[in-house]
């Protein structure tokens, strides 16, 4: 998110629930018995890819290079891709491409 001239309170105001949701949704990923390690390298090749090792190694690696938006920390943009995969992605069995479809429904 770009913002030009002055953000009003009521933005920085959603952005603040929006990282307290984060936060919690993360911490449920690792409640749920999975573990997020942050990598430097792209991690996974496909959805399938992501989702097995999340199923075989209870584990979810999260891309941590790229460009990092300036409204909110490096830390709080790192645990928004590792909701966006698991919840967005994982949960809802929803592939990487652009239409996310779905092979056999919700996990």
Do not use: Q
Request: aromatic share 12%; proline share 2%.
């Amino acid at each position: 998110m770009e913002v030009y001239g002055e953000t009003s309170e009521e933005l920085l105001e959603a952005v603040r629930l929006l990282l307290k949701m984060n936060d919690y949704l993360f911490d449920a990923i690792e409640a749920h018995g999975v573990h997020v390690e942050f990598t430097e390298e792209d991690p996974y090749g496909s959805f399938e890819e992501m989702c097995s090792d999340i199923e075989v190694n209870d584990r979810l690696k999260i891309f941590s290079g790229g460009t990092h938006p300036s409204h909110i920390s490096r830390e709080d943009n790192l645990k928004s891709r590792a909701v966006h995969d698991y919840w967005g992605h994982y949960k809802n069995d929803c592939d990487f491409s652009f239409w996310g479809s779905s092979r056999s429904g919700t996990r």
